[in-house]
């Protein structure tokens, strides 16, 4: 019986220690991907064409894939030495590991043998390259069906099929003339430069004439001596690049130019080929950012051919994707839009007539997943249950009637079979790492292929809550609290308030660690500190009011909101209100300068990131948007000039500035210092050599460590 005790006392003793543990930066902040990341399966992906999963799993050191469905247990299904077996006839060698492979998109297989991208058909095992190595490596590579490869080489944009060879497509390109890149500093959702017709033969490019913008210069330390790199970069209120739009055919080699009419300093945005290839459709923005007219141009004679339909807003629009055809109904398609205050879905006929519009409520669609077989549903998650969560939805486009698809309150991540009957969900919860399950849409019925064990169970965590407080205009305003491990309630605890506040941005989702990337919060929370975070005015998925509030005057309604936050952790007994610290990142970076300055002593210390310190030396596509131009709107200028109030600074200020940055570049936080000199005004500065707008990859622990260090050392 003694040892009985014994050894369960030591059970108890050694599970609590383990409990106990207590997170290093390392482990919040590089770890937090890897070891520390939940559980997942590799390249989960539905097989094309069925109902299939395949994922590749791990046993002993190798790879291989693993294939299963509703009905079927998991069973073997690739094996490296399979792959290789049936490539054994090809000229692409023996691999050495097994590649990623993507399933999903066609019956072929296509993944990278050796640097060449190819496609296998299992059958027959015949292979044919997309990619050859040669073009890999190259610039803004982009494959098309038939066998066509458009890349960047020098500027220029270059066209290579193996019958035809390589045809230089643009001969002028330079740092001022770029051709086949993302434009208009990539906003309204642009990615990219280079857009290949349905059937693979003509190609759709920006052409972005730059040699207006004035030249910026980005210091390159790490040379002998240091090397200056100009970068283009168009401020707020000052010229902008002009646009245009080739179509390029591959098959004559001929260049068409769209079109698109004056102004030049316009936005061409969201661009797609019609599914007979005939006409383009390009979303044209003004440079006032509050008209949007849905053009459709001839993709041979590149002639505009008319407006479908135009949008407009006293504040500004914003499209960000672009239309999508209903499949097997060229004749239809859907268009997203927030017209109705929230971002929704609209069915049109090819014409540009409203048929109905497919979704509404005081939600927002995220995603479109695309359509099912027939193309009679169309899938998208969306926030209908909360904006805090994410789920999949389908809507019958004859009726406009929606059907949830995924069931737990909760983030989900799904994706869809080829023919629209199954899904793959991902999903997690603040108390749920994540879950994997495969379902049919039409009985419901799920199966289990992960439950992720909690990934810091090793750890002692702080109690996380997710909850909302009104604002002064009575709107709910959703908060997330770390406490201090061993939290009690008779205690006083010191303060960490995160936050961001801005467009386009969410910190807080009912998701595994409350929608935080890292377990900086909780390593906080370790060491006896409440981590506070608000989504503030101006953030996303709240609809256009709540984000058009900002408009003409950023920070304003984003400092009333963090007051209701402040007010809030004041009242509570266990709160120290006088140390308080706050940090922000970017637009939370100038967020929270500004704050210190219009409210000192609230926060005894504070950190800002990357921070806009004046928004005349932002960019014209997102400042203007929010801000309007300086001509236009020098009161909402004048008032977040920071630099020129940087004599009120009364708190204890950390800025940090990456020092290659070319988003908010370093003047910002540069001009904010020596305005601070200048004043007799005491200010920290830290910078990060070799770093852009974020401190990334081992340097990260590093970053935070300084934060980390610069809070503690103040809130005492």
């Known amino acids: 019986m003694k040892n009985i005790f014994f050894f369960l006392g030591l059970f108890l003793s050694t599970t609590l220690l383990a ?15 890897t070891t520390l990341a939940a559980e997942n399966l590799k390249q989960l992906q539905f097989v094309y064409g069925t109902t299939d999963y395949v994922y590749l799993k791990k046993v002993d050191g190798k790879e291989f894939w693993v294939k299963g469905n509703n009905k079927m247990a998991e069973i073997p299904f690739l094996t490296l030495e399979q792959l290789n077996d049936k490539l054994k006839a090809t000229a692409y060698g023996e691999l050495k590991a097994m590649p990623a492979i993507q399933f999903n998109k066609a019956a072929d297989w296509v993944f990278n043998a050796n640097g060449n991208k190819i496609a296998l058909n299992p059958v027959t095992n015949q292979t044919k390259e997309i990619i050859a190595k040669a073009f890999t490596g190259k610039e803004a590579v982009e494959e098309s069906n038939a066998g066509f490869v458009a890349y960047v080489e020098n500027y220029n944009l270059y066209v290579n099929s193996g019958f035809y060879g390589t045809k230089q497509v643009t001969k002028d390109g330079s740092v001022n003339i770029v051709y086949a890149q993302s434009v208009h500093r990539d906003e309204f959702g642009i990615n990219k430069g280079t857009f290949w017709s349905n059937n693979g033969k003509s190609l759709a490019y920006y052409r ?66 019609s599914p007979d290839d005939k006409w383009i459709y390009i979303a044209v923005v003004n440079r006032a950012q509050n008209h949007m007219k849905l ?22 629009v914003e499209p960000l994707v672009p239309v999508l055809f209903v499949k097997n109904k060229a004749d239809q398609f859907v268009w997203q839009s927030n017209r109705d205050g929230f971002n929704h879905l609209y069915l049109y006929d090819a014409n540009g007539t409203l048929i109905k519009q497919l979704t509404k409520g005081n939600w927002e669609v995220l995603e479109v997943k695309g359509f099912d077989a027939k193309g009679e549903n169309l899938f998208y998650s969306a926030t209908e249950e909360s904006p805090l969560t994410k789920n999949l939805y389908q809507v019958n486009l004859k009726t406009g009637i929606s059907k949830r698809i995924t069931s737990a309150n909760a983030v989900h991540t799904a994706q869809v079979s080829t023919d629209g009957s199954t899904v793959i969900d991902v999903y997690s919860t603040t108390d749920n790492p994540r879950t994997i399950q495969v379902t049919e849409i039409k009985t419901g019925k799920s199966k289990l292929l992960l439950q992720a064990a909690n990934p810091i169970t090793d750890y002692a965590m702080g109690k996380l809550n997710l909850f ?8 709910d305003l959703y908060c997330r609290m770390f406490k201090p491990v061993n939290f009690d309630s008779t205690k006083k605890y010191p303060v960490v308030v995160y936050w961001y506040g801005g467009p386009h941005a969410q910190m807080i989702l009912n998701a595994w660690n409350g929608g935080a990337g890292d377990y900086w919060f909780q390593y906080m929370a370790q060491r006896g500190y409440i981590v506070f975070t608000v989504d503030t005015r101006g953030s996303d998925n709240r609809g256009k009011a709540f984000e058009q509030s900002i408009f003409r005057k950023a920070g304003d309604v984003q400092m009333e909101d963090m007051m209701t936050g402040v007010n809030y952790l004041t009242a509570l007994s266990y709160v120290d209100k006088n140390n308080m610290g706050l940090f922000g990142w970017s637009y939370g970076g100038f967020m929270t300068t500004d704050f ?49 109030q940087a004599g009120k600074l009364k708190d204890k200020l950390l800025l940090i500035h990456g020092m290659q ?24 500065y830290m910078i990060y050599p070799g770093h852009e707008h974020n401190v990334l990859g081992k340097d990260r622990a590093h970053l935070y460590q300084k934060v980390t260090d610069y809070l503690m050392n103040n809130l005492k």
């Open 19 to 33: 409990q106990n543990k207590l997170l290093t930066m390392e482990d919040a902040m590089v770890k937090n991907r």
């Open 208 to 273: 972005m004439d730059q040699s207006m913008v004035t030249d910026y210069p980005i210091i390159d330390w790490a040379k002998y001596p240091a090397v200056n790199e100009n970068i283009k970069y168009p401020m707020a209120g000052g010229q902008s690049h002009h646009v245009t739009v080739g179509i390029y055919n591959a098959v004559i080699n001929s260049t068409t130019w769209i079109n698109t009419g004056w102004p030049m300093d316009q936005y061409l945005t969201n661009i797609m080929w």
């Open 295 to 316: 053009n459709q141009y001839n993709a041979n004679t590149g002639e505009f051919a008319k407006t479908l339909f135009e949008e407009k807003d006293e504040k500004y």
């Open 468 to 475: 909302t407080i009104k604002n002064n205009a009575g709107a």
């Open 596 to 644: 210190v300055l219009h409210h000192p002593g609230v926060f005894k210390a504070a950190v800002a990131g990357g921070p806009v310190m004046d928004w005349k030396y932002y960019e014209i596509m997102y400042g203007e948007r929010y801000m309007d131009t300086p001509q236009e709107n020098p009161e909402g200028y004048e008032a977040t000039n920071l630099i020129a």
């Open 661 to 684: 940055d070319p988003v908010v570049v370093q003047q910002h936080s540069v001009n904010f210092v020596k305005a601070c000199v200048d004043a007799s005004v005491q200010v920290d």
